[in-house]
């Protein structure tokens, strides 16, 4: 089982729609970070959420973490071609060193112009 | 903007050969990190490494593996007999504070034929 479950798995939408890729655990996590992933390079960090029932937004995307800590949704408002990618929640578990990020499988997420 | 850097870029090499990743995180960073993903799979934690010692390390991080800061710049990952499901892309990571955020370099993938 997965420690941190992301769903869905892939998400096909047309340009200007609205997505939301969300990130599950049973497990509490003193912090949550959203990565974006290009095929054949490193997770490139979009933002880190630590306070519970924090929300932070980034031009059109905006992230929530959950009340308990142990959820946390990223919502892309009117998404455009470039926003094509693989985002990738991780997250340090509460019993973890800072920096021993456990991650989430991914979401696959393609805008079609 | 400073960033991680890793070389090579790609390695192919036989199996019971040994292999060294090397990685030159960001210059005014303390703790530094290496990650994997095999192809298809999530991103996961091998090693973390601070004031010259190892930190943490997860079960992937057999006597197999071993992890050097030779001098003030470079952090290194050895691999001393590499396996068939050792192939997959090495991530080299780097951050600054206690709990500043992970930056990652682009990766070295790594082939064992």
């Known amino acids: 089982t997965q420690l941190l479950e992301q769903s869905p798995q892939f998400l096909s939408i047309q340009e200007g729609e609205n997505l939301t890729v969300y990130c599950n655990s049973s497990?509490?996590?003193?912090?949550l970070q959203w990565y974006r992933q290009e095929p054949g390079e490193g997770p490139v960090l979009l933002v880190t959420?630590?306070?519970?029932?924090e929300v932070k937004k980034l031009k059109r995307l905006t992230f929530q973490f959950g009340d308990a800590r142990k959820d946390s949704s990223l919502h892309i408002t009117a998404a455009q071609p470039g926003d094509t990618g693989l985002y990738l929640c991780?997250?340090?578990?509460?019993?973890?060193?800072?920096?021993?990020?456990?991650f989430g499988a991914g979401t696959q997420v393609v805008v079609t112009p | 903007e400073p960033e991680v850097t890793q070389t090579p870029s790609h390695q192919v090499t036989q199996m019971g050969q040994e292999v060294i990743l090397r990685c030159v995180p960001i210059?005014?960073?303390?703790?530094f990190y290496w990650y994997r993903q095999i192809l298809g799979q999530k991103v996961e934690f091998l090693v973390s490494f601070y004031n010259n010692e190892i930190s943490e390390k997860s079960e992937i991080f057999d006597d197999q593996f071993s992890v050097e800061r030779p001098d003030g710049s470079n952090f290194t990952l050895k691999i001393r007999s590499t396996k068939l499901e050792d192939s997959a892309m090495y991530f080299c990571a780097s951050r600054g504070g206690i709990t500043g955020e992970l930056f990652f370099g682009e990766g070295s993938r790594l082939t064992v034929l």
């Open positions: 991780a997250g340090v578990k509460t019993t973890d060193s800072w920096g021993k990020l456990q």
């Open positions: 959420v630590v306070t519970g029932g």
């Open positions: 210059s005014n960073h303390l703790y």
């Open positions: 497990s509490v996590f003193s912090s």
